[in-house]
């Protein structure tokens, strides 16, 4: 059904799948569900079928106000060029998708291990969070997630 209506309409269509229906009661919550996981902001348009997971991280951040994820991001980015917050968002997220490990990360971004050594110590000075010690990890790690929901 997807790709048929891909194919006649042109479109890349998202598609949200809810959890298992048990009685018909459940209709309302399981299409609130499969609303949910394609009005993620990650996911819009992207053409992709998702699965409703009820431990999802960007499905709690979508639930956070507005105004707190602007409020978490600017203190965590403070003073930052925006050009800055995209290059670190660009370096946690390799770093965070790697493990931490500086080999890999610096092969997916395609630069020398030392040059991402250099810019975790850079965001480190920029924000006074390093990337390296797990808890600030964290910290910078919302600020990207929650900035993305606005």
Do not use: C
């Not at 499969?34 to 992207?46: D, P, R």
């Not at 997220?93 to 975790?120: D, F, P, W």
């Amino acid at each position: 059904m997807k790709f048929y209506l891909e194919q006649k309409y042109k479109i890349r269509a998202t598609i949200g799948i809810s959890e298992p229906i048990q009685t018909i009661n459940d209709f309302f919550v399981s299409y609130k569900q499969a609303k949910m996981v394609v009005e993620l902001g990650t996911n819009k348009g992207s053409g992709q079928i998702r699965v409703y997971d009820n431990t999802s991280l960007d499905l709690l951040f979508q639930g956070f106000s507005s105004y707190l994820n602007i409020d978490f991001s600017s203190h965590v980015f403070k003073g930052m060029s925006k050009d800055d917050i995209l290059e670190s968002k660009e370096i946690i997220l390799a770093y965070i998708r790697n493990n931490g490990s500086i080999q890999k990360a610096s092969e997916e971004l395609y630069i020398h291990k030392n040059t991402l050594q250099y810019r975790l110590n850079r965001i480190h000075q920029w924000t006074g969070y390093n990337p390296r010690e797990l808890e600030d990890l964290i910290r910078l790690y919302l600020a990207i997630q929650l900035e993305r929901k606005d």
